[in-house]
């Protein structure tokens, strides 16, 4: 198939998603009911922190409210395109639903990545919008057409990286079979990605710089706005780190579809 036909699927399985959403309007104003809180719940936490200081190292207030909010840009795309059908594929090998998918005509891990859509995302995804032009607001910036290019670039590739990583561990479950508390454990390490990099010191820092780089996901995207990048090859450790885990997820999503013998082998 070509990228014409694929864009035609995707665009069946959109409307696919809208009408299952629209059958549950309650759970699904409800869910965005509660993100929208657990995100004003951050930004009152910050906001207490910042009472009693002026700086976390060199960050100022609406430095962090704006890293914040782009984290919840980030979070919020990955969950409306991706969470939920990542979380699914333990049990898709469970049931044996998987085997109907290796038979279509189309690429298995498009149809296993991308058959549901949450709009819910999408619509959260616009409150951390608000949030961050309000902070760009209060400290008087308005960002370059070039900033905002790059930001929007840097903002996919985080996306993408929070989609291979999780992809990666949600194929353990060739493996293990049930893997939810893996890939549900590394959607827990989101909140890292909310804190400013400088306060992070040691292993702990390069390990979730280096090897589940969350640290770069938001930090980056947000630096480049307010200026406080140290040198370009940040950007470039960001976007080698996308293809970088896209070619690891791929390589054992690929090894995981070699050993596997159907439910019913």
């Known amino acids: 198939m070509n990228l014409r036909q694929y864009a035609s699927v995707y665009g069946a399985l959109w409307r696919n998603s809208v009408v299952r959403e629209m059958g549950f309007k309650a759970n699904f104003l409800l869910w ?27 960050w100022t207030k609406w430095q962090v409210v ?16 991706f969470l939920g059908n990542l979380t699914q594929i333990s049990e898709l090998i469970r049931t044996g639903k998987l085997d109907f998918m290796l038979l279509l005509p189309l690429n298995t891990r498009f149809l296993v990545s991308l058959r549901q859509v949450d709009l819910g995302g999408f619509a959260n995804a616009l409150s951390a919008v608000g949030v961050m032009a309000y902070a760009l607001h209060r ?9 905002m290019a790059g930001f929007l ?43 400013p990099d400088v306060v992070f010191r040691g292993l702990f820092k390069a390990v979730f710089t280096f090897v589940v780089p969350v640290l770069l996901i938001a930090n980056v995207p947000v630096k480049l706005l307010v200026d406080k990048l140290r040198s370009p090859l ?19 999503w690929r090894a995981a579809l070699r050993r596997y013998g159907s439910a019913s082998s």
């Open 32 to 58: 965005m009911v509660v993100e929208t809180l657990w995100f004003g719940m951050q930004i009152c936490f910050i906001a207490v922190i910042y009472q009693h200081t002026e700086r976390i190292v060199d």
């Open 66 to 81: 704006l890293l914040i909010g782009a984290s919840q840009l980030i979070q919020q795309l990955f969950q409306a395109i």
């Open 139 to 147: 400290m008087q910036l308005m960002p370059t057409a070039g900033q």
């Open 153 to 195: 670039v840097l903002v996919a590739a985080g996306v993408l990286i929070h989609y291979s990583l999780m992809f990666l561990l949600a194929s353990v479950s060739f493996w293990t079979v049930q893997a939810q508390g893996i890939v549900w454990g590394y959607y827990s390490m989101f909140n890292i990605a909310r804190l």
């Open 234 to 252: 940040e950007l470039a450790q960001v976007l080698v780190m996308t293809l970088v885990c896209l070619a690891v997820s791929e390589g054992v």
